[in-house]
């Protein structure tokens, strides 16, 4: 049997590890290019995971199972990768504000996002805006996302963009926000970006936003 | 068993224009409905009125108590909206409850003086500054020390509601366990101390929500949890809690069961 790029999204999509990892095998043993084994198999078949996980085919769960199986198959791939091959859609800045622990709903979305082929740099939680300033001057990101779980957090939010600008860099920089309490007339208030109420919509988002 | 009635949330959308538009009407009648199914505080929440959180806290307490003396469960991350909300209840004489303190260090020095000046029921949530637990023995950790410096500062256990934390169990299949083998923990090692805990957190990513939620009432009161902030006008949930209650030998000859029945508070 051939390699077929059909089979290997279908088995990501499903969250086939163990396929994932025996059809790469294959295609690798074939001598395909490993860059298209990323840009035609896992890539094409998380974006259809997205879009089922948006309109509410797939649960949090699922999309979880494909991009472990995902993970599994890219780690037998990227030591084969020669540098630049791979085109980087954009960097994209993580993390909870100062004073907020909470990182389920930022951990799925940095999850979806390198899912679509962006580079996702999680700065963690509880982090001071300096902390951002800082990431920001060293991965030079297209966008950095915040997230805030809780109400009296969320102004932290406000307080990172006004440092982002004080340092001169919020120009050419784009934010977006998240989080239970965050809304889109929150958004617009502190003069962020974006908004995206979940994790699939941020994907969207971010492609919004870095086409722009 | 304590039931705190979450409907007067200002995330909600039948609360928000609400709340904005001080509709003293709607707020009224929420609370009283809640009461009247059987829910034993009312919980109060506008944190999303980030800008004024504390004015629309303190309005939110008159109006409803206006309408009625029941107890209210003060609910805020922040210490102003509490201070205010406290100060503002002190009118109908109860015992209230707040909503929540922590272990985190800021938080808990920023709160407690709340606690002892009004001496409220005091949901603690456990958290602390590593970070949100992952396991049951971080859970555990995070209790002990905690339960330590509130009776340390003078809070009695029965006054403490522990909240063991409830994370999805569809981004962590040991989430629901965890929540058990915790509760079994306090059980054991402080009986005085009470637990509660909200029901949608461990639906989240889930299709058919209703269905764990209910799931994991029942799960987690055969565990020994003895609080849950839910909504009292759903009837299946309080279905479950009164079932639960019967077939685990906290309803004396099924009086409540029956009485609900009668009342036609559950299906």
Redesign the interface.
């Known amino acids: 049997m051939m390699f077929s790029f059909e089979e290997v999204q279908s088995a990501v999509m499903a969250g086939e590890m163990d396929k994932v990892v025996e059809l790469t095998r294959k295609a690798i043993e074939e001598k395909l290019q490993p860059v298209s084994i990323i840009n035609e198999g896992y890539i094409p078949a998380m974006n259809v995971v997205g879009k089922r996980f948006k309109n509410g085919e797939m649960f949090v769960p699922e999309v979880l199972m494909a991009a472990r199986s995902m993970n599994a198959g890219m780690e037998l791939v990227k030591p084969l990768l020669v540098e630049g091959e791979v085109q980087v859609k954009g960097t994209i800045l993580l993390g909870t504000v100062k004073g907020d622990l909470h990182d389920i709903g930022k951990n799925l979305v940095g999850m979806m996002i390198e899912s679509g082929g962006y580079v996702v740099i999680d700065l963690g939680t509880d982090l001071e805006p300096e902390k951002f300033v800082e990431a920001v001057k060293e991965y030079k990101p297209e966008i950095v996302g915040m997230s805030a779980l809780l109400t009296t957090t969320m102004l932290a939010m406000k307080e990172t963009i006004e440092v982002l600008k004080e340092e001169g860099l919020r120009d050419g920089l784009k934010i977006m926000i998240g989080g239970a309490p965050v809304s889109k007339e929150f958004a617009d208030e502190i003069d962020a970006d974006g908004y995206a109420p979940d994790a699939a919509s941020a994907t969207e988002l971010v492609e919004k936003l870095i086409n722009a | 068993m304590l039931i705190v009635g979450e409907l007067i949330n200002s995330?909600r959308k039948a609360i928000k224009p609400a709340v904005q538009e001080k509709d003293a009407k709607l707020i009224q009648d929420l609370a009283l409905k809640q009461i009247e199914v059987g829910a034993d505080y009312v919980d109060v929440n506008c944190?999303?009125q980030?800008f004024n959180?504390v004015e629309t806290m303190q309005w939110l307490v008159e109006t409803i108590q206006q309408a009625c003396d029941a107890p209210l469960c003060i609910d805020?991350?922040?210490e102003k909206a509490l201070a205010a909300g406290l100060a503002a209840a002190k009118g109908n004489g109860k015992q209230q409850m707040i909503n929540s303190i922590t272990a985190?260090s800021?938080r808990y020095n920023n709160i407690i003086s709340l606690a002892q000046e009004y001496k409220p029921k005091l949901v603690a949530l456990c958290?602390d500054d590593a970070?949100?637990p992952e396991t049951t023995d971080d859970r555990i950790r995070v209790i002990d020390k905690l339960i330590n410096n509130l009776t340390k500062d003078g809070i009695k256990e029965e006054q403490i509601y522990l909240d063991p934390l409830v994370?999805?169990v569809?981004?962590g299949d040991e989430a629901g366990l965890e929540v058990m083998d915790t509760l079994r923990y306090i059980r054991r090692s402080y009986p005085g101390v009470h637990t509660i805990c909200g029901l949608s957190n461990i639906s989240?990513?889930?299709?058919n929500r209703k269905v764990l939620n209910r799931v994991f009432l029942i799960q987690t009161m055969t565990a020994g949890m003895d609080g849950y902030i839910l909504d009292p006008l759903d009837k299946e949930m309080m279905g479950a809690v009164y079932a639960s209650r019967a077939l685990l030998g906290q309803d004396e000859y099924c009086v409540n069961y029956l009485g609900a029945h009668r009342k036609g508070l559950y299906k």
């Open positions: 995330s944190g999303t980030v959180e805020s991350p922040s985190e800021e958290m970070g949100m994370k999805p569809s981004t989240f990513g889930l299709p």
